[in-house]
């Protein structure tokens, strides 16, 4: 419970603040429509709001190099469109992350590096 207007002045004007740092973020970055995992090609393809589409291996990326087919098809796109939620694997993937190549920790792409290299 907040003891002050001056606390609950600042917790609205934080909250104001972090609502238009959001409306800003959807605006500028790019934002799932829908998800689905084509097994036949083995990618995972990401259709984007924008009307573009990027696909990824599963291999590449931490929490689904070695899932089954069907535990892949259960992607899930959040809410906003930020990201990707596969609920049985316990792996989440930031969408802006993912097309600036990042699938996973620093030491998981470490790893990933050298198998493709």
Not at 36 to 42: I, L, M
Not at 44 to 70: C, M, R
Request: aromatic share 8%; no cysteine; proline share 5%.
């Amino acid at each position: 419970m907040l003891n002050s207007a001056w606390d609950e002045t600042r917790l609205k004007a934080a909250i104001a603040k972090a609502r238009e740092a959001a409306d800003i973020a959807n605006i500028v970055e790019p934002r799932a429509e829908s998800a689905y995992y084509d097994q036949s090609r083995d990618r995972v393809i990401i259709n984007l709001k924008s009307g573009a589409t990027f696909s990824f291996p599963p291999a590449l990326a931490q929490g689904l190099a070695d899932a089954s087919p069907e535990d892949l098809a259960e992607v899930e796109v959040t809410p906003l469109g930020d990201g990707l939620h596969w609920e049985k694997l316990d792996a989440d993937f930031s969408v802006p992350a993912l097309l600036a190549g990042v699938f996973g920790t620093a030491a998981w792409m470490a790893q990933v590096k050298m198998k493709v290299s």
